[in-house]
């Protein structure tokens, strides 16, 4: 499965957001710092949750961070995370 599916399904299981938009922007990088070659490795979510509402940003950050495991985490150089 492709990094963006498993992005998506990660955080449609752990969140069950309303908006989910899953952008890898890796192609923005290509060689530069984190650039793995692999065109995985810097992604974009802007994610509405009613799950997440009334939690402080950082909190929202932990809470996604969390639905996405280390597994997941650790294959990515650069999350930027936006909410709706």
């Known amino acids: 499965?492709?990094?963006?599916?498993e992005i998506r399904a990660?955080?449609?299981a752990g969140?069950?957001?309303?908006?989910?938009?899953?952008?890898?922007?890796?192609a923005?990088?290509?060689?530069?710092?984190?650039?793995?070659?692999s065109g995985e490795s810097h992604w974009r979510v802007?994610?509405?949750?009613s799950s997440?509402?009334?939690q402080s940003r950082i909190a929202k950050h932990r809470a996604v961070h969390a639905?996405?495991?280390p597994a997941i985490i650790g294959r990515?150089?650069?999350?930027?995370?936006s909410f709706d």
Do not use: C, F
């Not at 990515?76 to 995370?81: N, P, R, Y």
């Open 1 to 5: 499965m492709a990094l963006d599916a």
């Open 10 to 12: 990660a955080l449609m």
């Open 15 to 26: 969140l069950s957001p309303e908006r989910l938009d899953v952008v890898n922007e890796s």
């Open 28 to 37: 923005l990088h290509a060689g530069h710092s984190g650039d793995d070659g």
């Open 46 to 49: 802007v994610i509405a949750a």
């Open 52 to 54: 997440l509402e009334g």
């Open 67 to 69: 639905a996405l495991g």
């Open 76 to 81: 990515i150089h650069a999350l930027a995370i």
